[in-house]
């Protein structure tokens, strides 16, 4: 089966001590004293796509002047998103000064009902900066070189084989395993799987021998692919990626039909003023076309995306009716 997305993709190839939530201040020291304090919300522990996502725009912003000041990264882990979604609407509908990281994930979350009484109309939709692909990943000395190898594993015994990944079932992570092992013709209720909170943790226990499969995202697999620890046995994107990932073949490339990608961008309040509103559209808007940022992007694996305001907001409402639909196929839903 295979997954797509309609978004317009165009391809180029001091710290602040935490507390209870973990929260850092990104960018230099002294600008923070006088300027207006802005914070982006990482619903997930360090480590992963929800960091990566808030680090993207903390780091890009400040760099392209964007923002005056370092902007606060707030670690807020708890349900894949449900804690900072449902936080957004119960205390901070109206903070024009946050923004909460999102991606495909919270749109398959939305639509599988976990965030609570809260639908993908409780929030206001940002944009995105960046997109990136799905991945099943093994440790480098895992016994299977290919995708096809994993397949004919998992045929014999699917139970024998650990997956892990960030989120329950039911997650973006879990559909990656679950379409991949319907393609291969295997039930993906049979598959044996292992939830994590976040891609830091799933990627940690591969490494640790506690899950024998990863399905995670290209961008968080760039030092790991550097320091050889892992092997990625297919990309689920449409072709092959460049740079780092040039030698990584996709799932369909192995006979799989199989591609998931991933948008990564943000969203506010449902009362935020509309003047705030628009001020982080531009925002983020400007630092897409901005040419020092396509560098930093691209250090993180990630490849364009140009979708913001009232476009990107419909996007996301139709694509959480689409996952309503795939849950069904894939046996989530009746």
Request: charged share 20%; net charge negative.
């Amino acid at each position: 089966m295979k997954i797509t997305t309609s978004f317009p993709l165009r391809r180029s190839l001091p710290l602040l001590a935490c507390t209870a939530l973990g929260t850092v201040l990104l960018g230099g020291a002294g600008v923070a004293q006088a300027a207006e304090k802005t914070e982006c919300i990482a619903p997930a522990k360090p480590g992963g796509g929800y960091d990566l996502t808030c680090r993207l725009a903390a780091n890009g912003l400040l760099d392209a002047k964007l923002i005056d000041a370092p902007m606060l990264v707030t670690y807020m882990p708890g349900g894949i998103g449900a804690v900072a979604y449902n936080h957004v609407n119960g205390v901070r509908k109206d903070d024009g000064n946050m923004i909460v990281a999102a991606s495909t994930g919270a749109a398959v979350n939305l639509a599988l009902g976990k965030f609570g009484q809260y639908d993908a109309s409780e929030v206001r939709w940002l944009g995105a900066l960046g997109v990136d692909y799905g991945a099943i990943v093994v440790k480098a000395d895992a016994p299977w070189q290919n995708l096809e190898e994993l397949m004919t594993a998992l045929k014999e015994n699917p139970s024998q084989v650990a997956f892990g990944a960030g989120g329950s079932i039911g997650s973006q992570d879990w559909m990656k395993a679950a379409l991949t092992a319907q393609a291969a013709d295997i039930d993906p209720k049979r598959l044996r799987y292992v939830a994590f909170e976040g891609g830091g943790e799933a990627l940690a226990a591969l490494l640790g021998n506690h899950i024998q499969v990863f399905t995670g995202d290209l961008s968080e697999l760039k030092s790991q692919l550097e320091s050889g620890d892992i092997r990625v046995l297919a990309a689920l994107s449409e072709e092959r990626m460049d740079g780092p990932y040039a030698d990584i073949p996709t799932a369909a490339e192995q006979g799989y039909d199989v591609e998931w990608p991933i948008w990564r961008g943000y969203y506010t309040g449902p009362e935020v003023s509309d003047e705030d509103y628009q001020a982080w559209v531009d925002r983020i808007q400007k630092l897409a076309e901005d040419p020092g940022f396509a560098k930093l992007r691209e250090d993180r694996g990630l490849f364009p995306m140009d979708m913001v305001g009232d476009e990107f907001d419909a996007y996301v409402k139709q694509q959480v009716a689409d996952f309503k639909e795939l849950a069904q196929q894939v046996g989530l839903t009746q």
